[in-house]
């Protein structure tokens, strides 16, 4: 029999960003607040010191900080007809697994997205003409406006301590940021990193091109830093273990270095790690939540009651406790209707390596977020209607790490062992740099997340299924860029360079990784038939369920998610503070 | 309706982090502190734990083949790789203990699904070592540690490209298991057991370990300067 907890005011699901953000901002209102972690306990001291996090086995290719696939998973199929069968070991995403989350592990690329992106249904239909839109895509608007989430985004970069450049500051482009941004109303908190070889290769490269270079935003301490929470960020050393690690010199932003030390100083704020939230559950009429049940860190069942309950998992995990929940209705890609796992999208990518013979680029002097960006092929920039597609990207030059398992790109034609395997190593480690595209990704009617109908977590629950397969309209759009960045390869003139971009015949492969920027099935919108979340991230519902995170997005962003999911967190806290705790109720009526 | 939280997560806190602590060392077979004192073994002395005397004639002829001694730079017998790859069979890799292993197995589906087998990475060695070997006696009439070297190469190529198949395991799935662990053993920290005195760092110029370069970043161009730390502290 379950054992039911001491009741509180507001239970936390997950403890990464979002979570951490909201642990500060419920507190702030003097509430009782209670974080849940699925995963294990961990921060800067003793987790990720030096000089264990330097180890590239453990962390980078066995992925000790990210979620095991024996725990918890999801199966994959590329078609509503198509047998769906596990993901079994990690490859195409990596979900974190413990305090922190992705948070923790994460390179602190810090986009906010264009204020097109959010309303993108309207910006095209507005500016092309509804029939650009082809029948099979499902975009829609987020329901809230750049205008409004400015000071949330603002904020965000300031807890997180963002090192970046601005390029528009209240409508004035500013030399050396990105002048195709969204209008700021401040410069970044920290100056841009410093410079690496292949970042001024490709800033010289692309203003000789007439482009708009400038540094990317980087959640990477370029200086020694306090934020508004009283939390202190080191200086960046460029240590080379960024992506996939703890930071282990408290220069990375993380929900570990930037709140947590703050939060759990407040008394009425305590977490449990090892504790993993089975569903939400609901009062008798279904319309409100009483709390949740979760499995301790003994094994045991235990109730706990709260008056409010915040999601804050992954985004993929996010959709499976809802489904698992019975919150919302389940969408139904053959009649369309329902609501619950609706467009799913991940991330469309691509980019180019380039050698040169005589250049010494010492890869593993690198951050996660050290480099040199373009937006000059951005969503805001391209004629959807004469381009042939929806969608944009935004160009890198990034030197994140020289790690050697992974890292070893080798010139076109070199075999993968042998005796000159080892000498294509030698001649080319240490002597390339990368382009890459990072680019949109849409959401289709037949591109869903649901319950699988045959597999099973560890404690006997239905692992979500994946329905997901890459679209001409973003191929198109990745063939595009792949010309661009032919061009700008060339001009760079290396001494060898090659392509890797999806073509035609793509399908999507869970085995090489490409991005852990899953997004949707949990959308936020402006009606209860097409979306999850009102435009406060309350679910239509159940009034006193709100779920963060990129989950909430209609579709992706050409950007990476993080600078959004923190602006809209701030934005939902906002709103829970100043509209919903004076009135418990819908935030927005149906 | 404020109250202050009796906070659980003190225990919760120390409970974790030790929790974690095995996680790490079983992932590697190793532990930093037992490591830091011993040197590296000599592989010839080695006894392995997981592979039989057959099965270890095999790793050490292929992983000879898959980065051979040949030309500039260490090969994988110099650098202890198979002694990586014996005490990867027996940590978490070899059982895959973090990957999903739940059936139904759909080992037919597409390749692009991942990995589909119900077989254990230390599974797919084993067998694929022994329908290696028979193949081996009955196409030329010995194993294949005795074969020539442009014979074992021969048939790790057919193996590479799904030429030769097995009954009761995916030849390719075998040899990708062997190629990744080769260069995992060849280029991971010396604590997982291969990577002897960071031969293959010296030989590309990867530092290792240091982990520390704020003075570096804008020296540009100019190859870096220092050898290779290891987690335990050895310097090259």
Not at chain 1, 548 to 563: D, E, K, L, V
């Amino acid at each position: 029999m379950a054992k039911t907890n001491p009741h509180v005011d507001v239970v936390l699901i997950g403890l990464g960003w979002t979570n951490s953000i909201m642990g500060m901002e419920m507190t702030d209102e003097g509430l009782s607040v209670l974080a849940l972690e699925r995963g294990p306990d961990q921060d800067t001291v003793p987790d990720f010191a030096y000089p264990k996090m330097a180890d590239e086995l453990t962390y980078g290719v066995r992925y000790q900080l990210m979620q095991r696939p024996a725990k918890n998973t999801l199966t994959v199929r590329h078609g509503v007809r198509d047998l769906a069968v596990p993901y079994r070991s990690l490859g195409s995403f990596l979900p974190g697994n413990g305090v922190g989350g992705a948070g923790t592990h994460w390179n602190g690329h810090t986009w906010r997205p264009q204020p097109q992106e959010l309303r993108l249904k309207s910006y095209v239909e507005e500016t092309f003409g509804a029939d650009t839109i082809p029948e099979e895509m499902a975009i829609q608007d987020f329901g809230v406006s750049y205008d409004e989430l400015e000071p949330h985004f603002d904020f965000f970069e300031k807890v997180a301590g963002i090192a970046g450049k601005a390029g528009n500051l209240n409508g004035e482009i500013q030399e050396g940021g990105n002048p195709f941004e969204g209008w700021r109303s401040d410069e970044y908190p920290m100056p841009p990193m410093k410079r690496t070889l292949n970042d001024t290769l490709f800033r010289d490269m692309a203003t000789e091109q007439g482009l708009h270079p400038f540094p990317m935003p980087a959640a990477n301490a370029s200086e020694a830093y306090t934020n508004p929470y009283g939390m202190q960020l080191a200086p960046c050393n460029y240590c080379g273990f960024c992506e996939r690690y703890g930071c282990l010199n408290y220069s990375k932003s993380s929900p570990q270095t930037c709140v947590l030390g703050a939060l759990k100083q407040r008394k009425n704020f305590a977490y449990r790690a090892n504790c993993e939230v089975m569903k939400v559950n609901l009062a008798s009429d279904g319309k409100t939540a009483t709390g949740v049940s979760y499995i301790d860190e003994n094994g045991d069942e235990v109730i706990q009651p709260a008056d409010l309950v915040i999601m804050g998992a992954y985004s993929l995990h996010n959709v499976h406790l809802l489904l698992l929940s019975g919150i919302g209705k389940p969408y139904d890609p053959i009649s369309g209707e329902g609501v619950v796992g609706k467009n799913y999208a991940y991330q469309m990518n691509g980019g180019a390596t380039l050698y040169f013979k005589d250049k010494e680029f010492n890869p593993f002097i690198g951050a996660g977020a050290n480099a040199e960006v373009l937006n000059d092929f951005g969503v805001e920039q391209i004629d959807f209607g004469q381009a042939g597609f929806i969608g944009g990207s935004y160009f890198s030059a990034a030197m994140t790490n020289g790690q050697p398992i992974r890292n070893m790109p080798l010139p076109k034609g070199a075999p993968s062992w042998g005796a000159q395997w080892k000498q294509a190593v030698q001649e080319t480690y240490g002597h390339t740099m990368t382009i890459g595209s990072h680019g949109s990704n849409m959401s289709y009617r037949d591109c869903y997340l649901d319950l699988d109908p045959t597999y099973t977590d560890d404690h006997g629950r239905p692992l979500m299924r994946m329905t997901f397969n890459w679209k001409d309209n973003d191929v198109r759009m990745t063939q595009f860029m792949k010309q661009k960045i032919d061009i700008l390869s060339k001009a760079l003139k290396p001494d060898d360079y090659k392509l890797s971009f999806k073509d035609f015949n793509s399908q999507y492969d869970v085995r090489p990784y490409q991005t852990t920027h899953n997004v949707g099935g949990a959308i936020m919108g402006t009606d209860p038939t097409s979306s999850v979340l009102n435009r406060y991230l309350q679910t239509w519902d159940v009034h006193n369920v709100f779920v963060m995170g990129a989950s909430a997005f209609p579709q992706n962003i050409q950007y990476n998610p993080t600078g959004l999911v923190g602006g809209l967190t701030y934005w939902a806290a906002k709103a829970i503070r100043e509209q919903y705790l004076p009135n418990p109720g819908p935030l927005v009526q149906a | 309706m404020s109250s202050e939280l009796k906070n659980a997560s003190r225990r919760g806190f120390i409970k974790g982090s030790l929790m974690m602590i095995p996680a790490v060392t079983v992932g590697g077979g190793v532990s930093l502190t037992a490591a830091a004192a011993e040197p590296p073994a000599n592989l010839d002395d080695y006894q392995p734990t997981f592979f039989d005397a057959d099965e270890w004639r095999f790793i050490l002829a292929a992983c000879d083949r898959l980065i051979p001694s040949d030309g500039e730079g260490p090969g994988a017998l110099e650098t202890n790789v198979p002694i990586f790859i014996d005490q990867q069979m027996e940590g978490k890799f070899g059982h895959a203990a973090d990957w999903y292993m739940k059936g139904p197995f759909h080992p037919g589906v597409s390749p692009l699904f991942g990995y589909q087998s119900p077989l254990a990475p230390r599974e797919v060695y084993r067998k694929g070592i022994a329908a290696t070997g028979r193949y081996c006696q009955d196409n030329h009439g010995k194993g294949f540690a005795a074969l020539d070297v442009d014979t074992q190469t021969q048939i790790l190529t057919q193996l590479e490209k799904g030429e030769i198949e097995f009954d009761d395991v995916s030849s390719g799935q075998f040899f990708a298991f062997l190629l990744q662990n080769t260069k995992e053993g060849y280029f991971a920290d010396p604590i997982h057991g291969g990577n002897k005195h960071m031969a293959s760092w010296k030989f590309i110029g990867f530092p290792g370990a240091r982990a520390s370069y704020l003075e570096w970043v804008e020296q540009h161009n100019k190859a870096y300067p220092l050898g290779p730390v290891s987690l335990t502290g050895e310097r090259g």
